[in-house]
């Protein structure tokens, strides 16, 4: 079982990860943009490394949103960093064969997605 210390790192990477694909980004495109390499990159987004409170801000500024965006899900309760249950690894990807899926047919895809979720 993670540490909450790890959960933490896993959560913002998952928030990091979702808006990179959300913009249809490799991870090249902002690894090289703050100065890291891919593979540091990587890390950051599965939380296996801690990510430095300036290379936070600048993944944030690198895609235009605040670091109140990346540290969505986070929840504190009587000042005790509350993490929730970590999403099921097949929506993320889901998610990364989603962006794969030619812009003309995403539509449809969708389609087929709710037609599941039904």
Known sequence: MQNRTNQFDALVGANI???????????ETPA?????TNQQFCKYETGST????HRLAAIAA???VDVADLLKGVVT?????QIPQPVDRRVDEAAQAFKDIPPECMDKA???I???AE
Not at 50 to 53: A, E, G, K, Q, T
């Open 62 to 64: 690198f895609f235009n």
């Open 110 to 112: 969708l389609k087929v």
């Open 17 to 27: 990860r979702r808006i990179r694909i959300e913009r249809r980004m490799k991870q």
């Open 77 to 81: 309760k009587g000042g005790e960093v």
């Open 32 to 36: 090289v943009a703050i100065g890291i």
């Open 50 to 53: 801690p990510i430095p409170v």
């Open 114 to 116: 709710r037609l599941f």
